[in-house]
């Protein structure tokens, strides 16, 4: 073999084999280039195909003309403030009514629920103490004239001679005993109910009438036919219900809020009477330990007796103003059983829609809790149309 041919052979496969590791390179790199060019057009392809967010509402010119827009900031506001309250009896016009001697009760002439009039009798009793105070008065009387008796005796013998004036003097002081003991006696017939001028004919009467001290409605009895009963037992409540107390009691944390000739609205559920407005009288000057609350209280008219003491009553209190966050109460709009507004998107003509937590509705506004912080520029009005118009672009 040729030795020339030996080496031109090897020469020959070396070529093949570097020129086929050259085409190998270049496919590989072609494949790459087209692999990292995937997932760039598909993500291309996803941001095209990207949803516009179904809240936000791009209003067409004519809508726009019925859009007002505000902004959402502080303002003074009355938030209506609601407590549980009782309606009671007007302590104004309400009489504890008892004995003023100890005795038994013999007669009743008033059942609960009866209308009486002042000094009317609601019952009587027997008493062994009325008799006692009235036979002392009777002998207080025959004292003070038998004494007054003695002293003109006296005056007589002085001026003839007879006696000296000391015996003057001494029947004069016996005198002043005896009247003050007959009017110390006819004081205790009056504290016990009794006039002393019904005894001046000396005859004793140990019955005694229990009357009532106002007109009103005799609201409770307790008392029976044969009871003992004693001067500090209250017997009978009467009261006149033409008016009402409705007490309720304000936590601690809103007392601030509240003074004295506010107005109120008392509603009471249970006998369906309307609403009632009336006006802070009263707001104690304590607070209850245990409860953490302050007692207010409001008095109302009760004509028909619609309202009954120990019903329960919601007592809304306008308070003093205060600075709250608010919108405006065209602003909102009711969607899923909550409410929104439409906050304008920037500089853009866009608005979307915005869940918010709103208090009650107070003078055309309403208190936001949550959603909103301050400055944004909100739909005041036409937010409904503008709803209607998010509404129907999601339908197409």
Known sequence: MNPMNSIYLP??????????????????????????????????????????????????????????????????????????????????????????????????????????????????????????????????????????????????LLASDVIGSAELQRRENELAVAEVEQRAAADTLRVMGVSPKAHAGGVINSTSSIVSTLNGVLVERRVNRGQVVQPAEGLFTVADLSTVWVVAQVPESEVGRVRAGQKVRVSVPSNGVEPIEGQLVWVADTVNPETRTVTVRTELPNPKRQLKPAMLATMAIEPLPVPRLVVPTSAVVREENADHVYVRQGTSNAYRLTRVQLGDEAGGVRVVKDGLRGGETIAAEGGFHLNNERKRAEME
């Open 11 to 156: 020469s020959r496969r070396a070529i093949a084999l570097a020129v086929s590791t050259a085409l190998l390179a270049a496919g590989l790199a072609g494949c790459g280039e087209a692999t990292s060019a995937a997932p760039q057009a598909a993500a291309s392809a996803a941001s095209a195909a990207a949803p516009a967010d179904p809240l936000v509402v791009q209003p067409s010119p004519t809508l726009a003309q019925r859009v007002k827009d505000a902004k959402v900031s502080e303002a003074p506001v009355s938030e209506p403030l609601e407590v549980v309250g009782r309606i009671d009896f007007n302590e104004q016009t309400l009489a504890r009514i008892g004995a003023a001697v100890t005795g038994r009760i013999t007669e009743l002439y008033a059942l609960p629920g009866q209308n009486v009039r002042a000094g009317e009798a609601l019952a009587q009793l027997h008493s062994a103490e009325l008799a006692a105070a009235q036979l002392a008065l009777l002998k207080a009387n025959a004292q003070r004239e038998q004494a007054a008796k003695a002293v003109e005796r006296a005056r007589t």
